[in-house]
């Protein structure tokens, strides 16, 4: 986890802070349902500012797999609570600047469920913005799971560069991504691949649908 950043990317003292940080997680199961009781599940997670949602997930490129969506509205995902994590005093310029150098350190081809999934980046993304952590029930199963990889499946194991993948992009040099999540036609909504600092807001890529 990069807890340090330069400049104004720094996390803030609560005194000097403006603007709320939100925690959004989702459930990827119903199970969760049960699961949760025990302090565990399967959980996705994005970091809500601004007005706007970021998270994290994989394609086949090695370019940012850092993405941005309605709040609360996250295709193919079922939305369960928003936790309040701090507030930070970066204004929506300073923040926009800031999250495409962060996407610059995420990958969508470095993407693993273990050890470098949607909850690593929105707790590193918090830690930077506020100081504080993410709740340690988001992501416990990956904790577990790094904890015992000796007895994972191999596709699993950290060594691995097995990933779970976005829905088919479409990029603005005209490439595409192919995905193999299975999402439901009726739950897809637009995301938006955000690109790293040398590239202009206006390469913000759009999905495809199909």
Not at 18 to 23: A, D, F, I, T, W
Not at 74 to 90: A, E, H, K
Not at 199 to 205: G, K, L, M, N, P
Request: glycine fraction near 8%.
């Amino acid at each position: 986890m990069g807890g340090a950043v330069s400049g104004s990317a720094a996390a803030v003292d609560a005194e000097g802070a403006s603007y709320p940080v939100m925690l959004n997680v989702y459930d990827l199961t119903p199970l969760n349902n049960y699961l949760h009781w025990c302090g565990l599940g399967i959980f996705h997670s994005a970091v809500e500012v601004h007005g706007s949602e970021y998270s994290f997930g994989a394609h086949d490129h090695p370019s940012s797999g850092v993405f941005e969506v309605e709040p609360k509205n996250c295709p193919g995902f079922i939305y369960r609570c928003s936790i309040f994590i701090g507030r930070t005093s970066l204004n929506p310029l300073e923040f926009r600047e800031f999250i495409q150098r962060m996407a610059s350190e995420y990958h969508g081809d470095t993407y693993h469920l273990i050890s470098k999934n949607c909850n690593h980046f929105t707790d590193d993304l918090c830690v930077r913005l506020t100081g504080k952590t993410i709740p340690g029930w988001v992501n416990r199963l990956a904790r577990l799971g790094a904890f015992c990889n000796c007895l994972l499946p191999e596709s699993m194991r950290l060594e691995s560069t097995e990933t779970k993948h976005l829905a088919d992009c479409r990029f603005s040099d005209g490439s595409n991504t192919t995905s193999n999540e299975n999402f439901d036609e009726d739950d897809l909504e637009d995301k938006h691949l955000l690109p790293t600092s040398s590239i202009s807001e206006d390469a913000i890529v759009k999905e495809v649908h199909r």
